[in-house]
T-cell receptor, first 112, second 113 residues
Framework: GAGVSQTPSNKVTEKGKYVELRCDPISGHTALYWYRQSLGQGPEFLIYFQGTGAADDSGLPNDRFFAVRPEGSVSTLKIQRTERGDSAVYLC??????????FGEGSRLTVL | GNSVTQMEGPVTLSEEAFLTINCTYTATGYPSLFWYVQYPGEGLQLLLKATKADDKGSNKGFEATYRKETTSFHLEKGSVQVSDSAVYFCALSVSGATNKLIFGTGTLLAVQP
């Protein structure tokens, strides 16, 4: 489809494991965002890419979280040594520069 | 800092009832304001927006007016339908360079036939 695609849609892992979440933005969108939505809360900003570079990573909670976008299209959010508190829905959004954000359906992460 | 406060849900209404979901904000500078909607099983979608004071955003029968004097952006609809059942998020953006959105906690609306 033409929308933002996120995989996997669901991920269950054990505490301490490493996790990667993938986002395929809308073709041609230069801006890409990651958000985290905990149960009963609104989405919280994690990181923003303009092209290949992370223009704003002020929302990453700690150094266990890292994201890349090596070719300016697909992005991967990487979480090391997962903790139970990392359980949430991770949302990706893309846009043209300065334009409306289009969100994917999210990746639900459960850390046991 | 920048933040959004919206009324807690759930809000339960009968079909054709009038809807108001309150939203107030705190921001430095001149924010743009948004309402997003999340239907069951779907991703967040932009419902409407307003970029400056006194602007009214509207879409699908929903309206919200940017009130700088009361720092509010309340969502209204004159006659709700069952298909409007969803979670509604108020949000703001203060950085034109990044378009980074700050969201409220969301309000669940349940419309009963």
């Amino acid at each position: 489809g033409a929308g933002v695609s996120q995989t996997p849609s669901n991920k269950v892992t054990e505490k301490g494991k490493y996790v990667e979440l993938r986002c395929d933005p809308i073709s041609g969108h230069t801006a890409l965002y990651w958000y985290r939505q905990s149960l009963g809360q609104g989405p919280e900003f994690l990181i923003y890419f303009q092209g290949t570079g992370a223009a704003d990573d002020s929302g990453l909670p700690n150094d266990r979280f890292f994201a890349v976008r090596p070719e300016g299209s697909v992005s991967t959010l990487k979480i090391q040594r997962t903790e139970r508190g990392d359980s949430a829905v991770y949302l990706c959004a893309s846009s043209e520069t300065g334009g409306e954000l289009f969100f994917g359906e999210g990746s639900r992460l459960t850390v046991l | 800092g920048n933040s959004v406060t919206q009324m807690e849900g759930p809000v339960t209404l009968s079909e054709e009832a009038f809807l108001t979901i309150n939203c107030t904000y705190t921001a430095t500078g001149y924010p743009s304001l948004f309402w997003y909607v999340q239907y069951p099983g779907e991703g967040l979608q932009l419902l409407l927006k307003a970029t400056k004071a006194d602007d009214k955003g509207s879409n699908k029968g929903f309206e919200a007016t940017y009130r700088k004097e009361t720092t509010s952006f309340h969502l209204e609809k004159g006659s709700v339908q069952v298909s409007d059942s969803a979670v509604y998020f108020c949000a703001l953006s203060v950085s034109g360079a990044t378009n980074k959105l700050i969201f409220g906690t969301g309000t669940l609306l349940a419309v009963q036939p």
